[in-house]
């Protein structure tokens, strides 16, 4: 099984950025895509980002698109997303997600096709 934990989570003004952590425990990391999902009060979860097993590709929503950057680092066993430019509507609690993958394949792009989920990091935009 892997646990993931997030961190970097805060309050930050418009135009600000931050840096979101997630953890994963064990040695096998890399056999899994990696997605960051957000959720908004009242709304339905929404994927943000996702890296391939060995960070080959990365894939975002639109309104992450040319803000955000997702990458991972396999010896630390940690994803990362950097997010600039942060605009109001980014405000939600943030996930991490695991995704057992078979090959360096597109991971999904939905929720419901993720393995393992964090406990969520809250970000809150203030303008």
């Known amino acids: 099984q892997v646990q993931l934990v997030e961190s970097g989570g805060g309050l930050v003004q418009a135009g600000g950025s931050l840096r979101l952590s997630c953890a994963a425990s064990?040695?096998?990391?890399?056999?899994?895509?990696m997605g960051w999902f957000r959720q908004a009060p009242g709304k339905e979860r929404e994927f943000v980002a996702a890296i391939t097993r060995y960070g080959g590709n990365t894939y975002y929503a639109d309104s992450a698109k040319g803000r955000f950057t997702i990458s991972r680092d396999n010896i630390k066993n940690t994803v990362y997303l950097q997010m600039v430019s942060l605009k109001a509507e980014d405000t939600a609690v943030y996930y991490c997600a695991a995704d057992r993958a078979l090959a360096e394949q597109r991971p999904p792009a939905v929720g419901s096709e993720y393995d393992y989920w964090g406990q969520g990091t809250q970000v809150t935009v203030s303008s």
């Open positions: 064990g040695r096998t990391f890399s056999n899994y895509a």
